[in-house]
């Protein structure tokens, strides 16, 4: 894919599963920040889906069965991701209800410290923005379709797209927390590896966006209209 990103300013982390560079084991950070997505233990890396989705690859996460922790396939940034109030993320992929767990399906995590964390997921049949670990919720009953997501925190408010599709909601990101890392696709946060990939669902991620700043209407339909023409939506 050649097309340049139309919205670099405020760019904290951006991670293409469909890059050549990608492996089970490691997501280069494209945003130069050096947030690089990693799993070295070979129980919790995701596997390649090539051609997943218009013709470009994806990371195919595996929930595990027959545990009674839910964990699944999971990647962590290592290094410290420093969080404002004001935040805007994108994402796109395949979001597949949870058979072990069906609670709990997907998270895009951001770890924070004495258990209050910041979070956007999908947690029984709702999108949930974790605050600090309160929440608040939007409806939602779509599964298994390919779809694009952005969420935006502004400091005082929540809204999150659906392909295009906006809800408001109450409930900003804390900015207290002591930021330790970034987890896609499980719960961060915790105190061994694998604790880190529990409520993991067998989602497949193509691509994951994070602004440490409030993207304008027209910047949003920007990156939204470069990834619906990259990943054909």
Do not use: C
């Not at 013709?55 to 404002?84: H, K, P, S, V």
């Not at 609670?103 to 997921?121: K, T």
């Not at 029984?124 to 009953?141: A, Y």
């Not at 989602?203 to 027209?218: P, R």
């Amino acid at each position: 894919w050649t097309q340049e990103l139309p919205v670099t300013l405020g760019l904290q982390g951006w991670w293409d599963m469909s890059a050549s560079d990608t492996t089970v084991s490691n997501v280069t950070d494209k945003s130069g920040n050096g947030h690089t997505l990693i799993q070295s233990a070979s129980g919790y890396q995701p596997s390649i889906s090539s051609s997943a989705q218009n013709g470009l690859n994806a990371l195919q996460f595996t929930e595990m069965t027959g545990t009674t922790t839910y964990n699944g396939d999971f990647m962590i940034t290592t290094d410290d991701m420093t969080r404002t109030p004001q935040q805007t993320i994108f994402y796109v992929g395949r979001i597949v209800k949870g058979t072990v767990h069906a609670d709990y399906n997907f998270y895009i995590w951001d770890s924070g410290s004495g258990g209050n964390h910041n979070a956007f997921a999908q947690f029984q049949n709702n999108w949930k923005i974790l605050d600090g670990g309160s929440g608040v919720t939007s409806s939602e009953t779509t599964w298994s379709s390919w779809r694009y997501l952005t969420v935006q925190f502004n400091g005082s408010s929540t809204f999150i797209r659906d392909s295009g599709s906006q809800t408001t909601l109450s409930g900003t990101l804390e900015s207290g927390n002591d930021t330790t890392g970034f987890t896609l696709n499980g719960w961060n946060g915790k105190g061994s590896a694998s604790e880190k990939g529990q409520y993991g669902a067998s989602n497949i991620v193509g691509e994951v966006l994070i602004y440490n700043s409030i993207l304008t209407s027209a910047e949003i339909e920007k990156v939204e209209d470069y990834l619906k023409s990259k990943w054909g939506l």
